[in-house]
């Protein structure tokens, strides 16, 4: 499965690597993806997603918001 957000969609990006020379070459961004599981009150389970880091404050604040 590749590094991307559930939610959001985020995705790993591309740039180039500097060196002291200035010269480039490409490199990699890869996304900030974690595990989560997340109950979901509807069906009174767990759910696993894999989400970006910077969604689980928004995932926190949506929780917060169904009780």
Do not use: E, P
């Not at 995705?11 to 997340?38: E, L, M, Q």
């Amino acid at each position: 499965m590749s590094r991307k957000c559930s939610m959001t969609g985020k995705k790993g990006s591309v740039g180039n690597r500097r060196s002291h020379s200035r010269r480039a070459t490409k490199r990699t961004f890869a996304a900030n993806i974690v595990k989560k599981r997340v109950f979901d009150a509807k069906t009174g389970t767990y759910k696993t997603m894999k989400v970006a880091t910077s969604y689980l404050r928004t995932l926190a604040k949506r929780l917060q918001a169904g009780k």
